[in-house]
């Protein structure tokens, strides 16, 4: 059965230090790759998503950068992290079923709370 | 433990009919319920939320806490309905979704 892994859980780092989330797949192959942020009192937002090794897609111009390394596994990145990268990151995958477009079911990840101080 | 269950993984109902996506929680607190939505290929939206009792594109969802569930309806589907629906229990500082529910609103 398909599993997909986030770590950290939860991390509290200061302004300006660099930042690395990851987020890996089991189970599956060529999966959909989708990096997620919800902020505080907002809904979820698409950050990335990616359909392929070195494909990476951003959704909203910001202070993070995304690589797909592997064929499931997709890192989330900042140089400098912002206040304003605080927030609930979600990884999440999926399949196209019979390559149809409107038949893709997305899993989550646990998600990594990210506290900027 | 909280834990959020959306039982079934596809419902298909035909434009006009009625449409309930089920919800149940478990969670020791008062619970703070949403449902988001995800229309093909397009980022994950948030729908509704319990605490704000409103009526969004015709759906509509009330918490029953004998029950603890928190199903999300609407009188008449359109095929424009046609997405996947994950319901979401926040606590603390983490989010619960359920495995979500695919809707197909037929012809």
């Known amino acids: 059965s398909q599993t997909i892994h986030q770590w950290p859980a939860t991390l509290v780092q200061p302004v300006g230090s660099p930042l690395s989330l990851e987020c890996t797949v089991e189970?599956?192959?060529?999966?959909?790759l989708y990096w997620y942020r919800q902020a505080a009192g907002r809904g979820l937002q698409l950050l990335f998503y990616s359909v392929g090794i070195g494909q990476i897609s951003s959704e909203v111009p910001q202070n993070l950068s995304a690589s797909r390394p592997q064929d499931r596994q997709f890192i989330l990145s900042s140089k400098k992290l912002l206040l304003s990268d605080s927030g609930f990151y979600l990884c999440a995958w999926s399949v196209l079923e019979g390559g149809d477009l409107t038949q893709e079911t997305q899993y989550f990840g646990p998600g990594t709370r990210l506290l900027v101080l | 433990a909280q834990r959020v269950t959306q039982p079934e993984k596809l419902l298909s109902v035909f434009k006009g009919a009625p449409v309930e996506l089920k919800c149940n929680y478990s969670y020791s607190g008062s619970p703070e319920l949403f449902w988001y939505v995800q229309y093909s290929r397009q980022r994950l939206q948030l729908l509704l939320r319990?605490?704000s009792r409103e009526s969004i594109k015709g759906f509509t969802a009330d918490l029953n806490k004998g029950e603890t569930s928190f199903h999300l309806k609407k009188p008449f589907a359109q095929e424009e309905d046609s997405a996947m629906y994950y319901c979401?229990?926040?606590?603390?500082?983490?989010?619960?979704f359920g495995p979500g529910t695919r809707l197909s609103v037929l012809p």
């Open positions: 319990h605490i």
């Open positions: 189970g599956t192959s060529n999966p959909n």
């Open positions: 979401a229990l926040p606590y603390g500082q983490n989010f619960v």
